[in-house]
């Protein structure tokens, strides 16, 4: 039973496109994440949600838009793909709270990636 | 800013061979420190995490203790093998504990172990 699963594996897409990548998670954890993985394998987180609410926007351009329709679920929508934005896409997931310090698991779960090409 | 400087890759070591990997970070406080692998063609998996200064993570035969007073958590196996060859990242939570703010990662280290 996956824990952290998105789809596509795999899209390949021309430059202007619109596309999805869909995340779910069966943890039941309260915090989830998108991160880019360039071509020099460097991860950068994006996007944090947790309870279905926008925690972190970390300077993405707005073509990106995450959405959350429950805590289970991030969805990533893209506009207008680039050339640029060719790029492995990860969704994660952890116990982390936005609203309590108490010491967490904070360890992030990853899906198994959406390698995006844009021609 | 928040940070984590692991050594530049690859490395290349002959099966058998001890292992280190070095990563540092910068904190206002004590943040948990993790090592993540990606395998060829896979997500990231947890390796070993260690919460507090002094603690020791370990698994699969890799270990790194959290080191507060060289703000460091090297990565060692004593005896590597051609299975241990991917790449391997060095994170630290964000200072405000509550894990809604993310990992910030190092720029990953790609291990290559030689038959």
């Known amino acids: 039973d996956t824990a952290v699963s998105q789809t596509p594996k795999y899209l390949v897409t021309q430059m202007g496109n619109d596309k999805s990548i869909k995340c779910e998670q069966n943890?039941?954890?309260?915090?989830m994440y998108w991160y880019k993985q360039d071509s020099k394998k460097f991860l950068k987180i994006m996007f944090s949600?947790?309870?279905?609410?926008?925690?972190i926007n970390e300077t993405v351009p707005n073509r990106f838009s995450p959405k959350s329709p429950d805590k289970a679920h991030l969805n990533l929508h893209i506009n207008s793909l680039e050339l640029g934005d060719s790029a492995v896409y990860f969704c994660?997931?952890?116990?982390?709270?936005?609203?309590?310090?108490?010491?967490?698991?904070?360890?992030?779960?990853f899906g198994q990636g959406t390698r995006l090409t844009v021609v | 800013g928040n940070s984590v400087t692991q050594m530049e890759g690859p490395v290349t070591l002959s099966e058998e061979a001890f292992l280190t990997i070095n990563c540092t970070y910068t904190?206002?406080?004590?943040?948990?420190l993790f090592w993540y692998v990606q395998y060829p063609g896979e997500g990231l998996q947890l390796l070993l995490k260690?919460?507090?200064?002094?603690d020791k993570g370990s698994n699969k035969g890799f270990e790194a203790t959290y080191r507060k007073e060289t703000t460091s958590f090297h990565l060692e196996k004593g005896s590597v093998q051609v299975s241990d060859s991917a790449v391997y990242f060095c994170?630290?939570?964000?200072?405000?504990?509550?894990?809604?703010?993310?990992?910030?990662f190092g720029k990953g280290t790609h291990l290559i172990i030689q038959p």
């Open positions: 994660a997931s952890s116990q982390g709270n936005w609203w309590t310090q108490a010491q967490l698991n904070t360890e992030a779960f």
């Open positions: 943890l039941g954890h309260d915090t």
């Open positions: 949600y947790n309870n279905k609410e926008l925690i």
């Open positions: 904190a206002t406080g004590y943040p948990s």
């Open positions: 260690a919460t507090k200064a002094d």
């Open positions: 994170a630290r939570e964000a200072d405000s504990g509550g894990g809604a703010d993310g990992l910030t």
